[in-house]
């Protein structure tokens, strides 16, 4: 595992994609401007606790962290071992918990409200059973006025989004290979 950890971020991307192309749902991870779309609308002095779902390499990981309070935390849902453990090598932030648990069961692995849920699941290519529960495990985990942000490749998947976030704005990130659907959810 630790070689795994050592290897350069696009590779150890690059190799997941090819071992589960379906798993994945990009062939690489997501672009600064990506990041900066995801990440700038969050009022990051408020953020005492956020989750990330399906943080990969840690791209939007280690930007979530950049503009985080010293004394906040985030807890990371990341169900490939390889990631989860390339995460735990690489990143040495005390504030970053790195968990290889899905986020469908989150809820029942954070013991607080959370201020924000940033997620790069790729909804598109989840059973709709999955879905539901990361949604419905999201909305308990959120506190009041706290938002689910996240991407898709394609919006076909946000209208179950919208049954249980009714809040749901949408934009366009087209300098992302693919262009990218940023949302922020709400209940």
């Known amino acids: 595992m630790i070689a795994r950890a050592m290897a350069s971020p696009a590779l150890l991307f690059a190799r997941q994609f090819l071992a589960n192309p379906r798993r994945m749902g990009a062939v690489a991870p997501a672009s600064t401007a990506l990041v900066r779309c995801l990440l700038d609308g969050v009022d990051w002095a408020r953020v005492i606790h956020a989750v990330e779902y ?74 709709q059973a999955v879905r539901a529960a990361v949604l419905a495990a999201t909305a308990q985990l959120l506190g009041p006025g706290a938002a689910l942000i996240g991407y898709q490749y394609s919006p076909a998947r946000l209208a179950e989004v919208r049954r249980v976030f009714p809040h749901l704005s949408l934009r366009l990130e087209p300098r992302n290979l693919p262009p990218a659907v940023v949302f922020t959810a709400r209940r």
């Open 54 to 127: 399906g943080p990969g390499t840690g791209v939007v990981t280690r930007a979530m962290l950049a503009r985080m309070r010293p004394d906040a935390r985030l807890t990371a849902f990341e169900i490939n071992p390889d990631f989860a453990d390339y995460l735990r090598t690489t990143i040495p932030d005390p504030r970053l918990t790195v968990l290889a648990v899905s986020a469908a069961d989150a809820a029942q692995h954070v013991d607080a409200r959370c201020d924000v849920a940033i997620s790069s699941l790729p909804l598109g290519v989840m059973p």
